[in-house]
């Protein structure tokens, strides 16, 4: 097995896309994500692939459609802001049925907003920022093994699905650095890609688009792509769940914010007081189901976020009002605490539970 190496998280995904296959990158800078296409613009002229600094977000993700149409491994990476820009290049590319991997190391906002790592994307990343009915499938990683794992993973289900794949990080993910296992990657048995514009070579032309305009042909259209959402659904949902089985309180959170989550939940346990954590790992399509089990089995939740309270949403709407779902968060870029999530957490304890003050 591989030696665990120490690199910066916004590294990790950069070569965890190079191993995958990624051959074409274009972007545009922004903090915090610059070290993506800074490592982006040495290492694939070292494997014979294309580099583009765009003059505009908005040309990088169109050059990202073009590239896809193509055949080639495309991706593209921003934060925030810079993701809002490319929005109208993410949904052609879902219409059109294209690959592509997008990369959102998510700083806080509205607006210009800071650099520091937020959550506050979480709508823009899994409800659509674009136009029409469409989806991204959404990875939520809060490690660098992650980061590697499913930088890889995220190549392979865009070519799978014909359909643009978002990494949704952080500032605090992308600039930490800590110890990872670069596991070799393993190209999975994808169908041809029948569809690419390379050239008819004595066949019948084909056409890469998002426009249709014969009568009802959008509507099939959109009835197909939601056919292969909810292949989503059925097929990649992920997320990790600790100590739910005896847990009362369930805390569900994402990201950066599930580490700390984890920390609060030990530190509570040591004290007597059954928490657990669920730990989303794809954001669309949302773990529902397995929310919606932990309802029926009586237990309320805790929902903590860097943001003023997105996710908390679709875990209410999975736990359909039979128990409790509360939120915390932080937004701006500020950070959550251990010890303001046990506050919290104490704070919403039933009356036959222990009692602990910190």
């Known amino acids: 097995m591989p030696e665990k ?17 990624c051959r074409f990158y274009a972007g545009y800078p922004i903090t915090p994500q610059n070290e993506i296409p800074e490592y982006m613009s040495r290492r694939m002229e070292e494997v014979g692939g294309v580099f583009i ?86 990875y939520a990683p809060n490690c660098h093994q992650e980061l590697w794992d499913l930088t890889m993973r995220a190549f ?5 699905y014909r359909n643009p794949v978002m990494i949704l990080g952080d500032g605090i993910l992308g600039q930490m650095m800590e110890p990872f296992e670069p596991v070799p990657y393993s190209p999975p048995n994808l169908p041809p890609k029948d569809w690419v514009l390379d050239g008819c070579r004595g066949r019948e032309p084909r056409v ?63 004290h007597g007081i059954k928490v657990g954590l669920f730990r989303p790992v794809t954001l669309f399509p949302f773990p529902e189901k397995e929310i919606k089990g932990l309802s029926l ?35 701006g870029g500020s950070m959550v605490t251990p010890e303001e999530v046990m506050e919290k957490v104490l704070s919403l304890q039933r009356p036959t539970s222990t009692r602990l003050s910190l």
């Open 208 to 270: 890469v688009k998002s426009l249709y305009l014969g009568e009802g042909e959008l509507e099939r259209h959109n009835l197909k792509l939601f056919q292969k959402y909810s292949r989503m659904k059925e097929q990649e949902v992920l997320y990790e769940a600790i100590n739910v089985e005896d847990a009362e309180l369930v805390i569900v959170a994402f990201g950066i914010a599930s580490r700390v989550c984890y920390t609060a939940m030990e530190l509570l346990r040591e």
């Open 5 to 21: 190496i120490l690199m910066k998280g916004n590294e990790v995904i950069a070569e965890a896309a190079i191993q995958a296959g």
């Open 53 to 138: 600094q765009a003059e505009s977000e908005l040309a990088a993700i169109n050059m990202v459609f073009g590239a896809s149409a193509a055949g080639a491994r495309a991706m593209t990476s921003s934060s925030s802001p810079g993701i809002s820009l490319k929005q109208e290049g993410i949904s052609y590319l879902a219409g059109a049925e294209l690959p592509a991997v997008i990369v959102n190391m998510q700083r806080g906002g509205p607006g210009l907003g800071n650099i520091s790592g937020s959550q506050q994307d979480y709508f823009q990343a899994v409800k659509g920022g674009g136009h029409g009915d469409y989806r991204l499938l959404v």
């Open 297 to 331: 089995q009586g237990k309320d939740f805790l929902v903590v976020e860097l943001n003023m309270g997105q996710m908390v949403e679709d875990v209410r709407l999975a736990v359909e009002g039979r128990t409790s779902v509360e939120f915390y968060g932080r937004a």
């Open 156 to 160: 392979d289900k865009a070519d799978e």
